[in-house]
Every structure is written in C-alpha cells, then in structure tokens.
C-alpha cells in the first residue's frame, strides 16, 4: 500500500474525489481485490472509532449469526428477558402498598397514589437538555441551497448537516467562510458545534454572528441561549432570553414563551 | 472466582435477585448518558435490556473474559448499542438495506458480531505507541489536518500524513493478522 494510494482511499471514503479521479478508481477497485480489502477495513475502521458513528454489519447470513439468533430466542434467554422485564417494571412503582389485605385499605391507598402519580406528571418540568431539544427547531433555519457562486458548497455543507454528520458540516463551513460571510452559514457552523456540545467554540461563532454586521445578526442571542441551555446552565439562558424580549430581538415570543418553562 | 464471571453466571440463570442488583447499580449511569444523548428513559430501558441480553448469548456460546470491571464493561456495551440506534436512521437513508426488517433477536445477534469486530479494533488500537493512539483517534474521528497539525505539533500537513499513514498501516495490518478478523471482516 502506497501513501499515494491511502490518499485515494481517504478522499474515496469521504466522497472528496472529482468525477474523473472517481471513475478511475472505481475502475481499479473492480479489478483489484486487494484495494478493496484496504477500502473494506479503511471503512469498518472509521465508523468503529468514529465517536459519531458505527460499524453495521451488511446482514449477511452467517453461521455465527445464526447460532446467536438460536440462542437469542431459547427459553433459557426469553427467561432472561422476562426477569430484566419484570425488574425494569417494578422501576415505575414507587409504592409499596400491595400487600394490604383489607381491600377497601388497599382501594384508598391506591387511589392517593394514582393522585400522586397524576400531580408528579403534571408538576414535573422538562429538563433543559429536553426544552433545547423542542426550542431548536432545525427546520427554521434558512436554506443555504442555491445563492451565490459558493452554492456549491453551502449546499454540500447543508445535506451534512441535515444528515447530523455534524463534523464534516463544520469542516465544509469553515472552508465556506472563507469567501461567504452570511448569517445563514454562522447559524449552521454554530448548530453544528452544539449539538457535537463543543460549547465554547459554538459560543464564538454565535458571538461573531451578534458582532458582524449582518441583517442576522441577532439570530445569534437567540442561539446563545439555547447554548447555555444545552449546558444547564440556567442563569445564563435566562440572562439572554430577557435580553432578546427587553430589545425584541429575534424570536422575542419563544424567548418569552421559554423563559417561562425554565425551571 | 471474579466479579465478571460472577454475574456471567447469575445472569445466565436469569437469577433476579442479583439482576436487580446490577440493575440498581448501573442503570442510573446509562440512563444519564442516554438522557443526555437524544434519548428518553424508555430508549435506556431497552437498551440496558439488549446489552444484558447480548453479554449473556455471547458468553453462552463461548465463554469469554472480562478483562476490566463488569460494570465497566456493560456501560461500553450500553454506549455502543445507542451509538448503533442513533446511526441507523442514518443508514437508512443513505443505503438501502433490508436492516429494518430484521427481527429483534436477529437484530441483537449482529449487534453481537459488530461489538466483536469493534473490541478487535480497540484491542489492537490499545497496543500502538501512544503518539500513534492519539493521532489515529484525531484522524478517524474526523479531525481537519489543520488542526491534527496544531494538536500534534507537526511542522506540515505533509508530515502529519506521513505518521498517519504509518500509525495506521500497523493498526490494519496487526487486526488482519488476526484470524477473528477473518470471521469479522465480511459481515
């Protein structure tokens, strides 16, 4: 194996090769099982140590499959099952009351605990991880496809990221930036780095956003928020959501809407 | 007899006592980490229950060591497995296979060969210099030259290459000289 030919491989697996360097190597592949072997692991080898992904198998019928799916649906493992089952649910039940023999006791006491149950449902806040998660609404965001003469690789960058490859988005965000500078892609390299929870870089970039000069510009406070929330960090998040309601700045209705929610 | 091996047996005789013991000690620790990884509580039960399902048809096939903590262990398991469920809508989209519809037994005992193929890789992975370790962990999850160049120290992104490619020539050629590979490699 050449370094030359791990070059290809590389950029082959993270689809960077132009359409002619492509046809070729696909060529070679067909006619070179030993370049195929080093793709085959390349790849099992990335999506293994990859954080943000995994190593499938393509399903094919094995022997070892098999003797495992045997083993899998014996009694001895649906046993087992059951046990974990039975374990997991007795979780949900915090009250011990079964065993009153008086049944009219054992009604009443049921009875407190179906109220109980019912006010902790009712009374239990969402946590801030869970309020990030409904307030971020990926689908507002602009769409980045078709504009300038960069379009090509806003668009590359975009399908990344809506397919939450969110390392390679911002690699293809940080070259976009070098000759674009909108709103639009500050709001996706930012996202990106938050939902990896790289926190303080995301934090720049939506503190560059507030700080250009960009129609946007204050999109960024909105994100900031969401920022800290993501990091339970409760104070902070409030601290720019009355912000954003005391300038009306943007989104200043979900500002006042979330704020609320805050425990 | 160790700790492992202990529970190995107790859950291979589904014996609830001890079960619910392992339960209360780490199902806490899975939650949290699910919780905070897109899941819900319900995704962690279901989860835990796989890991503990797939640990026990492993070692019923053939019982293996568990080198490090029991409890260490599972937790690994538990992270790969949600690793796994979050990448499957992914690989639905992007190919198509007939993933979805395998059965949920069908779907722990792949599971079960890619955790293999996994802990193979990490075995031989754990048996670099740690300069190698550390620079092959940049580059597959994805870090920029760039920055491998700044992290690392390197002069040029030519030089950075150049250890890359050797810490990983040794990483594939130590996983293809062992035989598991040869039962792993084409799943």
Redesign the interface.
Known sequence: ?S?ED??LIEKYL?KSLSKEELTAFENRLLHDPSLQE?V???K???D?????????????E?E??????D???AP??Q??????????D??KETSKVIRLSNWKRYAIAASIVAIGLFSYFMLQAP?N?ELY?DYLQLETLPSLVSRSDDSQLLAQGQKAFE???Y??AI?IF?EAFLTTKESGVYLYLGISKLQLSQFDSAEKTFDDLIASDLIDAEKGYWYKALLYLKQDNTERSKEVLNKIISGDLYNVEKAKQLLKKIK | MNDASHILRALVNSDSRQIAHLYEVNFYQVEKFILQNKGQKQDAKDIFQKALLQITARYIKEPFEITASFDAYLFVVCKNLWRRELNKSKRWVTEQEGYEHADENQDIALSILEQKRWELFHEYLEKLSENCKEILKLFFNKVSYKRIIVLMNYNSESVARQRIFKCKGKLIDMVQKDNRYHQLKNL
């Open positions: 194996m370094l791990d070059i993270n080093q085959n692991i390349n099992q080898l990335i293994a140590i990859n954080e943000d992904s995994w190593s499938f198998s393509s399903g094919h094995t070892a499959l098999k003797e495992y799916e083993i899998l649906n001895q493992l046993n087992l099952k059951k046990t974990i089952d039975h374990i997991q007795g979780d946590s991880e998660t397919k939450g490859s390392n390679d690699t940080n």
